[in-house]
């Protein structure tokens, strides 16, 4: 900071203020001169008083002083200007405020909230900075601003600051700055950017906030406090996309973001059945509470999982689709490049197995194909007699969710098996090998939860009976094996078994159905063991197909049978949402003209549900706690009332009212100084008599 | 004859202080000095004729029998007064600011009167003029030729150089030869334990003793005059002040040192009075009177 005058030409008055130190000088030359009869007393009396009295005289003097000299400062008109290296003289100011709306924003922080705040301080500096151009732009998940580039007209921003609303996003950080650099880039003048941001910890913590030093950049706080919170993080199912009747867990995680243990209900609500369970929430600490279910009717289930409101209500609600299967499509492939006759008597067995099997449970269709079905029609399709070709078409399958199970031909080749699974590579040759005696089968993986029936005995061994053909696969394939013989062959291999959710399940299978060949299929366990295979590798329905991010729009691309007019955009709670249409490569594609907020959005084509997608408050805003914004490397932190304070500086703050009120101030000390000795009350003040 | 500092409305105004001196003269020390010499002290003064109401043990019989009338033979009472006035004419006394007078002048005035009033009682009176020595001293007399010379010693004294009261006393003690009354007029800038430390021989051989503290109202009450210089006019010594910022001092070291003046004087049985040269002379007799 540094002193300038409006009147340097009249500099010379403060030599002024020597007056009372030259008139203290002069008068103490030149005292007038007085005969006295005796000043033995008076030298007395000075000896006692000298060690107040100078003091005194000299602050008096010095306060005299100081008055005269404030007093002349005045005519000198002195301003007090911070020197900005960045700052140009004369130049447009152009400002850039970017306002955090993402969804911790709207906690409450006391009567307002932190957006509140947030708008009214960005409010509050527009009036008073009078920027010659600004702008705002908003921190969502995608940044947006008030104007294309900062403009004048600071009254619509006030004005698009009084109605803005916080949203249920992630705020883009660099985004929002990259943004607002574009928009200064060729901007001339002053440049400054205004970050007002709760500067909520998680969001905060890795934010690359790269603006170069031509730019003034400046960081403003709002909310003071971390707030306690509770939240749904997560909703999980298990099986996530059941057939009606299947027994399904859905397990929500709850997060407690305080320092104190907590204690609230849960309440979920699917398919219309409702249930609750009171939960204790440990301090910074998480809690998941499983429900389980079933679904009588095939479609997609909307289930809500709510807590006991508590004053951060946006992540009180969590939200998933859950798809109900009518039936497992199971799809029997003959043999690839066989003709319809062979095909027909060498799947006639398996087939017919397999047919029968789905006619003992009524959540399992089965249908007989000679060429590979195309992606999505079937759940698992059963390809009998492989010959090892075709893989690609099949991988690409499997990737598509369909699950498949392979039993290979006398002509497939190992690697092509090893290719399949991605199994470890074997110099061995893929041999079949008959017995009249047969081979015994059992569970090789115990632990695995496709078993979990089994482990009580009560349904006894799963691959019970006599096995009198099969395939010499590599032992070292054992571990990728469900089902192996006893002598370790391999006699189910599933790729994966860990990861039984992933998408893409394969299986080898060397057990063979034939009647002729073994007696598996009619002893007990056989259909107990095929029934909790086919849902343990049913395909899963990611619900990523549903779930769509709180600020981009809730779209939906149309099936081809349906008519994009007809449909309308239904949120759960609320009426419908204006869509738009527009074509894409993959067809039709609707809109909705708003970004998304957390709840369930229906697609109805009159009163038929045909698509549902549901949005969930995001995890990440949910933990409330503050970052000093001091410890973000770019930019200087400071409060609105310092960034006017160092605004005013930079326009220069005249100085004649404080030096007026110094001068008054002094005036009055010396008045005080000079005269609290003397009217010191005393008894003796009265005539001596 | 005129003198300076008896004037003659001064004389008239006397009349009126009868009572002053008669308490000064007789209430004090004639009644001791009559029971102790009865008879041998009267002198003859005059005969007049018997008014009822006089003392019958009064009338002188031998008259009677010649003239066949009754005449009072009134005798001339000797009370042995003897009072001797100190007057302070150190450079000191000569000081005046809110005041006609300085206080040598004043003091002169009132020693003046006294001594007119003692001498017309026909008692004796003794002047003793001092700064630091004894300038003049003029022992007891009672005649109107001793007043003259007293009014004389007195119109023609100056305010001298420094003063010294307790030196004075000392060396006035041996030149006292009898006890009476002794009447200082000053303004005691001295310590006040130095003073009364000369005044005791005086106090043990019986002398009655009135101190006349005499101050300019200038000096009472400190005049602001700003920063000054101020030059002693008993020394010359010069020192720069600012009035305004020692004047409750002043205030208070003057009440202190009045203070010790008047509590030594009346733990000795001394009379002491301090008195403002603005104020009349003639107040003095009645501080006497009392």
Same mark, same amino acid.
């Given at each position: 900071?540094?002193?300038?005058?409006?009147?340097?030409?009249?500099?010379?008055?403060?030599?002024?203020?020597?007056?009372?130190?030259?008139?203290?000088?002069?008068?103490?030359?030149?005292?007038?001169?007085?005969?006295?009869?005796?000043?033995?007393?008076?030298?007395?009396?000075?000896?006692?008083?000298?060690?107040?009295?100078?003091?005194?005289?000299?602050?008096?003097?010095?306060?005299?002083?100081?008055?005269?000299?404030?007093?002349?400062?005045?005519?000198?008109?002195?301003?007090?200007?911070?020197?900005?290296?960045?700052?140009?003289?004369?130049?447009?100011?152009?400002?850039?405020?970017?306002?955090?709306?993402?969804?911790?924003?709207?906690?409450?922080?006391?009567?307002?909230?932190?957006?509140?705040?947030?708008?009214?301080?960005?409010?509050?500096?527009?009036?008073?900075?009078?920027?010659?151009?600004?702008?705002?732009?908003?921190?969502?998940?995608?940044?947006?601003?008030?104007?294309?580039?900062?403009?004048?007209?600071?009254?619509?921003?006030?004005?698009?600051?009084?109605?803005?609303?916080?949203?249920?996003?992630?705020?883009?950080?660099?985004?929002?700055?990259?943004?607002?650099?574009?928009?200064?880039?060729?901007?001339?003048?002053?440049?400054?950017?205004?970050?007002?941001?709760?500067?909520?910890?998680?969001?905060?913590?890795?934010?690359?906030?790269?603006?170069?030093?031509?730019?003034?950049?400046?960081?403003?706080?709002?909310?003071?406090?971390?707030?306690?919170?509770?939240?749904?993080?997560?909703?999980?199912?298990?099986?996530?996309?059941?057939?009606?009747?299947?027994?399904?867990?859905?397990?929500?995680?709850?997060?407690?973001?305080?320092?104190?243990?907590?204690?609230?209900?849960?309440?979920?609500?699917?398919?219309?059945?409702?249930?609750?369970?009171?939960?204790?929430?440990?301090?910074?600490?998480?809690?998941?509470?499983?429900?389980?279910?079933?679904?009588?009717?095939?479609?997609?289930?909307?289930?809500?999982?709510?807590?006991?409101?508590?004053?951060?209500?946006?992540?009180?609600?969590?939200?998933?689709?859950?798809?109900?299967?009518?039936?497992?499509?199971?799809?029997?492939?003959?043999?690839?490049?066989?003709?319809?006759?062979?095909?027909?008597?060498?799947?006639?067995?398996?087939?017919?197995?397999?047919?029968?099997?789905?006619?003992?449970?009524?959540?399992?269709?089965?249908?007989?194909?000679?060429?590979?079905?195309?992606?999505?029609?079937?759940?698992?399709?059963?390809?009998?007699?492989?010959?090892?070709?075709?893989?690609?078409?099949?991988?690409?399958?499997?990737?598509?969710?369909?699950?498949?199970?392979?039993?290979?031909?006398?002509?497939?080749?190992?690697?092509?098996?090893?290719?399949?699974?991605?199994?470890?590579?074997?110099?061995?040759?893929?041999?079949?090998?008959?017995?009249?005696?047969?081979?015994?089968?059992?569970?090789?993986?115990?632990?695995?939860?496709?078993?979990?029936?089994?482990?009580?005995?009560?349904?006894?061994?799963?691959?019970?009976?006599?096995?009198?053909?099969?395939?010499?696969?590599?032992?070292?394939?054992?571990?990728?094996?469900?089902?192996?013989?006893?002598?370790?062959?391999?006699?189910?291999?599933?790729?994966?078994?860990?990861?039984?959710?992933?998408?893409?399940?394969?299986?080898?299978?060397?057990?063979?159905?034939?009647?002729?060949?073994?007696?598996?299929?009619?002893?007990?366990?056989?259909?107990?063991?095929?029934?909790?295979?086919?849902?343990?590798?049913?395909?899963?329905?990611?619900?990523?197909?549903?779930?769509?991010?709180?600020?981009?729009?809730?779209?939906?691309?149309?099936?081809?049978?349906?008519?994009?007019?007809?449909?309308?955009?239904?949120?759960?709670?609320?009426?419908?949402?204006?869509?738009?249409?527009?074509?894409?490569?993959?067809?039709?594609?609707?809109?909705?003209?708003?970004?998304?907020?957390?709840?369930?959005?229906?697609?109805?084509?009159?009163?038929?549900?045909?698509?549902?997608?549901?949005?969930?408050?995001?995890?990440?805003?949910?933990?409330?706690?503050?970052?000093?914004?001091?410890?973000?490397?770019?930019?200087?932190?400071?409060?609105?009332?310092?960034?006017?304070?160092?605004?005013?500086?930079?326009?220069?703050?005249?100085?004649?009212?404080?030096?007026?009120?110094?001068?008054?101030?002094?005036?009055?000390?010396?008045?005080?100084?000079?005269?609290?000795?003397?009217?010191?009350?005393?008894?003796?003040?009265?005539?001596?008599? | 004859?005129?003198?300076?500092?008896?004037?003659?409305?001064?004389?008239?105004?006397?009349?009126?202080?009868?009572?002053?001196?008669?308490?000064?003269?007789?209430?004090?020390?004639?009644?001791?000095?009559?029971?102790?010499?009865?008879?041998?002290?009267?002198?003859?003064?005059?005969?007049?004729?018997?008014?009822?109401?006089?003392?019958?043990?009064?009338?002188?019989?031998?008259?009677?029998?010649?003239?066949?009338?009754?005449?009072?033979?009134?005798?001339?009472?000797?009370?042995?007064?003897?009072?001797?006035?100190?007057?302070?004419?150190?450079?000191?006394?000569?000081?005046?600011?809110?005041?006609?007078?300085?206080?040598?002048?004043?003091?002169?005035?009132?020693?003046?009167?006294?001594?007119?009033?003692?001498?017309?009682?026909?008692?004796?009176?003794?002047?003793?003029?001092?700064?630091?020595?004894?300038?003049?001293?003029?022992?007891?007399?009672?005649?109107?030729?001793?007043?003259?010379?007293?009014?004389?010693?007195?119109?023609?004294?100056?305010?001298?150089?420094?003063?010294?009261?307790?030196?004075?006393?000392?060396?006035?003690?041996?030149?006292?030869?009898?006890?009476? /009354?002794?009447? %200082?007029?000053?303004?005691?800038? =001295? &310590?006040? @334990?130095?003073?009364?430390? !000369? #005044?005791?021989?005086?106090?043990?051989?019986?002398?009655?003793?009135?101190?006349?503290?005499?101050?300019?109202?200038?000096?009472?009450?400190?005049?602001?005059?700003?920063?000054?210089?101020?030059?002693?006019?008993?020394?010359?010594?010069?020192?720069?002040?600012? /009035?305004?910022? %020692?004047?409750?001092?002043?205030? =208070? &070291?003057? @009440?202190?040192?009045?203070? !010790? #003046?008047?509590?030594?004087?009346?733990?000795?049985?001394?009379?002491?009075?301090?008195?403002?040269?603005?104020?009349?002379?003639?107040?003095?007799?009645?501080?006497?009177?009392?």
């Amino acid at each position: 900071m540094s002193l300038l005058y409006n009147n340097p030409a009249l500099f010379w008055l403060m030599a002024l203020a020597a007056i009372p130190i030259l008139v203290h000088l002069f008068a103490r030359s030149r005292p007038p001169k007085h005969r006295f009869s005796d000043i033995t007393f008076l030298k007395r009396i000075i000896k006692k008083t000298s060690r107040v009295r100078k003091p005194q005289d000299r602050l008096v003097l010095l306060l005299r002083t100081l008055a005269a000299a404030a007093l002349l400062a005045i005519f000198v008109q002195p301003f007090l200007v911070s020197e900005d290296p960045n700052r140009i003289a004369g130049a447009d100011d152009n400002v850039i405020i970017i306002i955090d709306r993402s969804a911790s924003m709207s906690a409450q922080q006391g009567s307002t909230s932190r957006f509140t705040e947030a708008c009214n301080e960005a409010s509050e500096l527009l009036t008073k900075l009078k920027p010659d151009n600004a702008n705002i732009i908003w921190i969502n998940s995608t940044p947006n601003a008030v104007f294309p580039a900062p403009g004048p007209n600071l009254t619509f921003l006030k004005e698009s600051l009084q109605t803005a609303e916080p949203t249920s996003d992630v705020g883009a950080i660099s985004a929002s700055i990259k943004l607002a650099l574009e928009q200064l880039k060729n901007v001339n003048g002053n440049r400054e950017i205004i970050i007002i941001s709760d500067f909520q910890k998680q969001a905060w913590e890795n934010a690359e906030l790269d603006v170069p030093e031509a730019i003034k950049f400046t960081k403003l706080a709002v909310g003071d406090t971390d707030l306690a919170n509770i939240a749904i993080s997560s909703i999980a199912t298990t099986p996530s996309s059941p057939v009606t009747g299947q027994d399904v867990a859905i397990s929500c995680q709850i997060k407690n973001f305080s320092n104190k243990p907590k204690s609230t209900t849960i309440y979920l609500n699917a398919g219309g059945g409702r249930q609750s369970k009171d939960i204790e929430i440990p301090a910074n600490g998480q809690t998941e509470v499983e429900f389980r279910t079933q679904f009588s009717h095939h479609g997609d289930v909307a289930v809500t999982a709510s807590l006991t409101e508590d004053s951060f209500k946006g992540d009180d609600e969590r939200f998933t689709i859950i798809p109900v299967r009518e039936s497992l499509s199971l799809c029997s492939l003959t043999p690839l490049g066989a003709s319809p006759a062979e095909a027909k008597s060498k799947v006639h067995g398996p087939a017919s197995v397999l047919q029968r099997l789905a006619s003992a449970l009524p959540w399992l269709s089965h249908t007989v194909t000679a060429e590979i079905p195309p992606v999505g029609v079937h759940d698992i399709l059963f390809i009998h007699e492989w010959n090892g070709q075709d893989i690609e078409t099949l991988t690409k399958l499997s990737n598509n969710g369909t699950t498949i199970i392979v039993t290979p031909s006398s002509s497939c080749q190992l690697q092509q098996l090893q290719q399949l699974l991605n199994l470890p590579a074997s110099s061995n040759a893929l041999t079949q090998k008959d017995n009249p005696e047969g081979w015994r089968a059992g569970i090789t993986k115990e632990t695995s939860s496709l078993f979990s029936i089994f482990s009580s005995g009560e349904f006894g061994n799963p691959a019970q009976g006599n096995f009198r053909q099969r395939f010499q696969l590599p032992s070292e394939w054992l571990n990728a094996s469900i089902i192996s013989y006893t002598d370790k062959i391999p006699a189910i291999l599933l790729n994966n078994t860990s990861k039984s959710s992933s998408k893409s399940k394969r299986l080898i299978w060397n057990l063979p159905f034939d009647p002729n060949l073994s007696d598996w299929i009619s002893q007990e366990p056989f259909v107990t063991f095929m029934a909790e295979l086919l849902l343990y590798i049913q395909p899963s329905k990611m619900n990523l197909q549903f779930e769509l991010l709180p600020g981009s729009p809730v779209n939906w691309l149309v099936p081809e049978n349906i008519d994009p007019s007809t449909v309308a955009l239904h949120p759960l709670s609320g009426e419908n949402w204006a869509i738009k249409l527009s074509n894409t490569k993959q067809g039709a594609s609707l809109q909705s003209t708003v970004p998304a907020t957390p709840g369930i959005f229906e697609w109805r084509t009159g009163n038929t549900i045909a698509h549902t997608n549901f949005v969930n408050f995001p995890t990440s805003e949910s933990d409330l706690s503050l970052l000093d914004p001091a410890a973000l490397k770019q930019g200087q932190s400071a409060e609105a009332s310092d960034i006017l304070k160092a605004e005013a500086l930079s326009q220069g703050i005249p100085m004649w009212p404080w030096l007026v009120s110094a001068v008054l101030l002094l005036l009055i000390a010396e008045a005080f100084a000079a005269t609290t000795k003397r009217n010191k009350p005393s008894s003796n003040t009265s005539t001596i008599s | 004859m005129q003198f300076k500092y008896l004037k003659p409305e001064d004389i008239n105004k006397l009349r009126n202080y009868e009572f002053g001196a008669k308490a000064l003269v007789e209430g004090y020390l004639s009644g001791r000095h009559r029971s102790k010499q009865r008879g041998s002290s009267t002198e003859f003064h005059e005969y007049r004729q018997y008014t009822p109401g006089d003392d019958p043990s009064m009338v002188d019989w031998r008259v009677f029998a010649r003239s066949d009338r009754h005449y009072l033979k009134t005798f001339e009472q000797e009370t042995n007064l003897e009072c001797t006035i100190f007057v302070d004419s150190s450079a000191s006394m000569g000081f005046k600011e809110k005041s006609e007078l300085t206080k040598l002048e004043y003091s002169s005035f009132f020693a003046a009167c006294l001594s007119y009033l003692i001498v017309s009682k026909n008692d004796q009176v003794g002047l003793q003029i001092f700064d630091k020595d004894i300038r003049h001293h003029l022992p007891p007399g009672s005649t109107r030729k001793h007043l003259h010379s007293i009014l004389n010693l007195l119109e023609k004294n100056q305010p001298g150089s420094q003063t010294s009261l307790a030196e004075s006393l000392k060396r006035a003690n041996p030149l006292i030869k009898r006890k009476g /009354t002794i009447v %200082i007029l000053s303004d005691f800038f =001295d &310590e006040p @334990k130095q003073i009364f430390q !000369a #005044l005791n021989p005086y106090i043990h051989r019986g002398f009655r003793i009135h101190l006349f503290h005499v101050l300019d109202p200038g000096e009472m009450n400190l005049t602001d005059r700003g920063l000054s210089m101020f030059t002693d006019m008993e020394t010359d010594e010069k020192i720069t002040i600012h /009035t305004s910022s %020692i004047k409750q001092t002043w205030q =208070d &070291e003057l @009440k202190a040192h009045t203070k !010790a #003046l008047r509590s030594l004087a009346a733990s000795r049985k001394v009379d002491y009075t301090l008195i403002s040269t603005q104020e009349s002379y003639f107040t003095l007799f009645d501080r006497l009177a009392h």
